[in-house]
């Protein structure tokens, strides 16, 4: 027998424990409530989410398809941590199915109850939600599993490499569950916290780049700073501020700042952790609803209970906080900060026309990196970058964009980063005018070379106003 | 079906028989005082009704409860949800105030409420003592508290063990008035032991014992 694949043995141990950890919550949560019916949702979710993994076996092998399986678990991810949010306010913490349960339910008002929706429709939400957490995920990894076959050159291997990960994880799982029945877990988990566990474990166990890679939160950072990038961008923007011509280079540095990955990265955070802090908050600090009951003991004692459901429920809120924090600052310099920065290669103007080989013995401009060029013309220099697009198509752009000093670009993961504001750009938009993008040049390839017209490049250079304002700041 | 069923019930400490095969009823809402003298076994008795001491045989029904059947955790739950008790010393705890000391027998039976415990001890006329500490008080008022104590968590079944031994005849009336006026107010019942004759004429029925066993069991005249 071939030996295994270490790295599919990986994914199949992620994917199972993932698949177990859920599975445990969720079922202990409905023993310890007496809601056992809801299992069978469950496995009928989890039947759909692999059908839907098998189908995307047929799914084309390109990096468009890795980078939507990508964009689809973290797009779950946030439905997930929203739908927490939401489902507190709705819910009001009370755990509602562990009240009833207690017989306590008819002494709550009426605002704290459950919504009175038929065990059908809480089946397909259950369904839904299953299919919704499963799916995105195993596709990636099987999108994965594909690609690791196709690079090791050994067939099915990676799948049974990937099977005996997931065999191994269920061993583990069904002893453990078996002798030691831990369904007392349940009780500290209500819907809000289950859709919150749900997002945490997508989190900390999901990610579509890399072999069995166990953290969402580079695409989260990522996608957090470029939402405080453009929400700060569009503001300054409305405000007319980088055309104002009073502007002075302190100030547009200041706004600088709002557009660095330091900044970002810690806005970014205290989003992130907003939801559980608002776990917290409504867990230990909202006002107890009043029970209608024979006596005050008996009230005080229903209110104690809900109180005490409260608390219980907020430790693996408190839990997600502490390791949000961990992973995020043990990560982020290795996510946010690391960025491939290449010296730009010094090339001429020949009559007219900047010719670049599209490969020499030191250079393939369509590696997939980021190939930065200086060019000197008439006493002035300019850069431009070369990079190809996941279409299999070249990009050429200025080292520079309309709004930021030309700092020009890094190249991180599969975007293009600003130096100076740090905003990523996908890789795929190059050549696409506006904004953060570089400005796209025009060029041809003939006979090897990318031909690029100088006058194109000084004219762009040139003619972009409030690059020619901050440019003098530096 | 009657509140409290006790069927044969003997309790033995090695050699000594404490309770030798007593059994008997109480209905909802009844007074009943249980006199005799010292060692006679009154005390055992309340105190396996109370579920704080188990039989050595025979059964306690409380509530249709068989108590002495209960595991500890359960027994515990009976004592915190059902029971209230008053006993000879206040064992009040001398660093809390009043209404720190009523709170605390809240926090272990739900959750501690001071607006609720203000209302508890008002009720037994101690409004304006609320911020004093056990040893500021009188041990008339000290007993006041035990009682506020005692039902602040709503019981359906208040034992009191030599609830006035330590206080003079005006002060003992005093509590004894005041259990009458909250047991015609909210209709729990009461078991009460004393060796007092003054103490056993209040309330509906009283029991006498000696030597571990009933001999009498009669109504008293209003």
Redesign the interface.
């Known amino acids: 027998m071939p030996p295994l694949i270490h790295e599919a043995l990986l994914i199949g141990f992620k994917e199972a424990a993932k698949a177990g950890l859920v599975w445990l919550v969720f079922y202990s949560y409905l023993v310890v409530n007496d809601r056992k019916n809801f299992v069978k949702p469950f496995y009928m979710g989890l039947l759909v989410s692999f059908l839907i993994v098998f189908m995307s076996q047929f799914l084309p092998s390109d990096i468009v398809t890795k980078e939507n399986a990508g964009n689809i678990i973290s797009m779950s991810f946030a439905l997930f941590l929203i739908m927490s949010g939401a489902a507190l306010f709705h819910v009001s913490g009370t755990n509602m199915l562990s009240i009833s349960a207690s017989g306590y339910g008819s002494t709550l008002p009426e605002e704290t109850q459950v919504p009175s929706l038929k065990p059908a429709a809480w089946g397909i939400i259950v369904l839904l939600f299953t299919v919704i957490f499963f799916a995105p995920d195993g596709m990636g990894s099987l999108l994965q599993l594909r690609e690791l076959s196709y690079i090791k050159g050994r067939g099915s291997m990676s799948y049974i490499s990937a099977l005996i990960g997931v065999a191994v994880v269920a061993a583990v799982l069904f002893t453990v569950v078996g002798l030691y029945k831990p369904y007392k877990i349940g009780g500290f988990f209500d819907v809000p916290q289950l859709l919150l566990f749900l997002a945490m474990v997508k989190l900390f166990g999901s990610g579509a780049k890399e072999f069995a890679e166990l953290s969402l939160l580079p695409s989260v950072q990522r996608g957090f700073m470029k939402f405080a990038h453009d929400f700060v961008h569009q503001v300054f923007l409305f405000l007319m501020v980088p055309d104002h011509p009073l502007l002075k280079a302190t100030f547009w540095n200041f706004i600088g700042i709002f557009f660095g990955p330091d900044f970002a990265s810690l806005v970014s955070l205290i989003i992130l952790l907003l939801f559980p802090f608002m776990f917290l908050y409504h867990s230990l600090r909202e006002t107890l609803p009043e029970p209608e009951t024979r ?4 009230g ?2 229903i ?3 809900i ?1 005490s459901g409260r608390r219980k429920r907020a430790l693996p809120v408190a839990c997600f906080i502490v390791l949000i924090l961990i992973a995020w600052f043990s990560r982020s310099e290795e996510t946010i900060m690391q960025m491939y920065l290449p010296k730009p290669i010094p090339v001429v103007a020949d009559r007219g026309v900047v010719m670049i080989p599209v490969r020499d013995p030191t250079m393939n401009v369509m590696d997939g990196s980021l190939h930065k060029f200086s060019v000197s013309y008439e006493g002035r220099q300019y850069r431009l970058i070369l990079i190809k697009k996941w279409d299999n198509t070249l990009a050429a752009a200025l080292d520079a964009c309309e709004m930021c000093p030309p700092e020009g670009y890094g190249l991180r993961d599969d975007h293009v980063v600003c130096i100076y504001c740090g905003t990523p750009i996908p890789v795929n938009t190059l050549g696409l005018p506006g904004g953060c993008n570089p400005i796209p040049l025009a060029f041809t390839i003939e006979g090897g070379f990318v031909k690029i017209e100088i006058h194109d490049i000084v004219k762009k250079w040139g003619f972009i106003k409030p690059l020619q304002g901050k440019e003098s700041m530096h | 079906m009657s509140f409290i069923i006790l069927k044969n019930i003997v309790k033995e400490y090695g050699p000594a028989h404490a309770l030798r095969g007593v059994s008997m009823e109480i209905q909802k809402g009844q007074w009943v005082n249980i006199m005799g003298p010292s060692g006679s076994g009154k005390s055992t008795l309340l105190n396996i009704i109370g579920g704080l001491d188990t039989p050595t045989s025979g059964e306690v029904f409380v509530e249709g409860i068989k108590i002495n059947a209960l595991s500890e955790d359960d027994l515990a739950c009976f004592r915190r949800e059902k029971t209230g008790f008053v006993f000879q010393q206040s064992h009040l705890v001398p660093y809390l105030d009043a209404v720190e000391n009523v709170m605390l027998a809240q926090y272990f039976h739900s959750m501690a409420d001071e607006e609720e415990a203000v209302g508890a001890l008002t009720r037994v006329g101690l409004e304006h003592r609320l911020k004093h500490r056990p040893s500021q008080l009188s041990g008339g008022e000290q007993q006041r508290i035990c009682i506020a104590r005692a039902l602040t968590n709503d019981p359906v079944l208040l034992l009191a063990d030599e609830p006035t031994g330590n206080l003079d005849r005006e002060n003992t009336k005093m509590i004894l008035e005041l259990l009458k006026k909250l047991h015609s107010e909210e209709h729990f019942t009461i078991i009460l032991v004393t060796h007092d004759p003054f103490v056993s004429q209040w309330g509906e029925r009283v029991l006498m014992m000696e030597d571990g066993s009933i001999k009498s069991d009669a109504p008293i005249n209003p």
């Open positions: 006596s005050v003991a008996e005080r004692k209110k104690a209970f109180l």
